[in-house]
């Protein structure tokens, strides 16, 4: 079992930055690979970054490439996810998971935090 907890949302105008984090419980954390996804109103939830459980695969949605950045440090139990160039259509919920397999695919994903919320201004 992992529980996950994000943290580092908040309001940001277009073009600016934030770091989210998301701190997992359990000593299991380093074989999982983690991913992040947003939803935003009405729409679904989708894919944005993932990371391989040792680091050293990642995998980016066209839409964040150049622009976003996934890290681990298995040491703290923590994933991190850097935005930069923040666009209004950035603007979501995003809630990290993890996964017993590195995946693009929500669905393989069994444990889910609450979510953060990321807002950006025009």
């Known amino acids: 079992q992992v529980q996950l907890v994000e943290s580092g949302g908040g309001l940001v105008q277009a073009g600016g930055s934030l770091r989210l984090s998301c701190a997992a419980s359990?000593?299991?954390?380093?074989?999982?690979?983690m991913g992040w996804f947003r939803q935003a109103p009405g729409k679904e939830r989708d894919f944005v970054l993932a990371?391989?459980?040792?680091?050293?695969?990642?995998n980016y949605a066209d839409s964040v490439k150049g622009r976003f950045t996934i890290s681990r440090d298995n040491a703290k139990n923590t994933v991190y996810l850097q935005m930069n160039s923040l666009k209004p259509e950035d603007t979501a919920v995003y809630y990290c998971?993890?996964?017993?397999?590195?995946?693009?695919?929500?669905?393989?994903?069994?444990?889910w935090g609450q979510g953060t919320q990321v807002t950006v201004s025009s």
């Open positions: 998971a993890a996964a017993s397999r590195f995946s693009t695919h929500k669905y393989e994903y069994a444990y």
């Open positions: 359990g000593r299991t954390f380093s074989s999982y690979a």
């Open positions: 990371i391989s459980s040792s680091g050293g695969l990642t």
